[in-house]
């Protein structure tokens, strides 16, 4: 079964434009990943943020994370059309901690 | 240096057949994993190899599921009498090790049963 859940399913901006995807999960954390995959294939690693951290950047991508709410967000800044793709957050939760826990992703289009 | 990759990245079978999935994880790394994914879903866990032993294979669904991982390097996915529902892009992943590692993935083989 799956811990996470992604909002919204699917998102489509324009070019420049900020883009938002949130991600709510059910159970205590030791850490929370956001991935991205394009064309149903190979998933490519964003970013870690471990349960102790808030906030994390990395280029243009935002990630927060609140445990008291059991989620997490993140924001692509500046969006371009090579953004476009699915996005995943995983969980690695404190009693499995060595796999994840994926959402159903959202589905980002950058219109140009 | 070389990502993970994986062979074949397109398996068809029929009903029943025997199927191979192979893995080959970045080099050094000690963690290797299986994930399946369905159209439209996340990743799902299969099994978690730490060196040549299986720690976690609670995803497996049955018993036709097999991983076996003999020198703490490649591995291979078993699946025996192939069923319709195990068409699905089956991933697999590696990383440095414990604790809590980065997961980097392959680009996943696409089986299709008929």
Redesign the interface.
Known sequence: SQQGEEDPQALSIQEGENATMNCSYKTSINNLQWYRQNSGRGLVHLILIRSNEREKHSGRLRVTLDTSKKSSSLLITASRAADTASYFCATATIQGAQKLVFGQGTRLTINP | GAGVSQTPSNKVTEKGKYVELRCDPISGHT?L?W?R?S???????LI?F?GTGA??D??LPNDRFFAVRPEGSVSTLKIQRTERGDSA?Y?C?SSPG???D???????TRLTVL
């Not at chain 2, 159209?39 to 866990?45: A, I, K, N």
């Not at chain 2, 980065?102 to 996943?108: E, I, S, V, W």
């Open positions: 963690a994993y994930y994914q159209l439209g879903q996340g990743p799902e866990f978690y730490q720690a976690d609670s995803g892009v991933l992943a414990p604790p809590l980065t997961q980097y993935f392959g680009p996943g």
